[in-house]
Every structure is written in C-alpha cells, then in structure tokens.
C-alpha cells in the first residue's frame, strides 16, 4: 500500500514539474488545500498558477520521501529542493513538504500539500 501512495506521490511531483495540470487535478481531491510560504489556496487557485505561468517549475528534486499510513489517511514527508521561475527569475528552495491523502477506492487523492522552508 505504501509503494502506490510512493508512486502517486512520485506522479503529482513530476505532473508539478511539467506543469501538467490534468494529472495535478486526477491526482487532488477537488477540495485540496495548497500552503506555500505566504499563500494558502484551493485546487483551482493553484492550478491557475501554473497555467497563468506564475509557477514555472525549472527542476524539481526529490532527496527524500517518508510515507506513513493511518487506516485510509496516508502521509508523505518529501524533502526536495524545488527550482522555479518566480516573476521571471530563477529561484531555488528547499523544502520539507507534508503530502495528506486520502484513500478512494483504491486510489490516492492528495487532500493537503504543504510546503515548509528547510534552511540546513
């Protein structure tokens, strides 16, 4: 079970990478909630983020993923360093970034996708 909520996870980062919003919103529950460092958004204000380009990821890499699971709620901590063009200028961060999903009928639906500023 842990290795499907892996590669469901493992798909949403490449969609996000991609900018590939129709795997991003098959992947998300509809009412999924995005926090970033200073804004806090639903599925579809996220998603207009990448097709507006205000999000243009660059490269996106994945040190490491932690899953855990609790009856039909699993967690993934993914800590990544995640490149963008923010405002047209090249930015990089690390984050730690706490994955929620829900389990739907044998499928993962990501329901919280919560971005934390690592600085080590």
């Not at 806090?40 to 205000?54: Q, S, V, Y």
């Not at 360093?81 to 639906?109: I, N, R, S």
């Amino acid at each position: 079970m842990t290795e499907k909520l892996l590669e469901t996870s493992r798909r949403f980062w490449k969609a996000m990478e991609q900018s590939d919003v129709a795997v991003m919103e098959e992947i998300a529950h509809k009412d999924c909630c995005f926090v970033h460092i200073g804004v806090t958004c639903g599925l579809e204000e996220e998603m207009k983020c990448f097709t507006d380009k205000i999000f243009q990821p660059t490269e996106i890499t994945l040190h490491s993923q932690t899953p855990k699971l609790w009856g039909n709620a699993g967690i993934v901590v993914t800590d990544c360093d995640y490149g963008l063009l923010l405002g047209g200028k090249p930015t990089t961060h690390h984050f730690a970034v706490t994955e929620v999903y829900t389990e739907d009928g044998g499928d993962w639906k990501l329901v919280q996708f919560s971005f934390t500023a690592l600085v080590y």
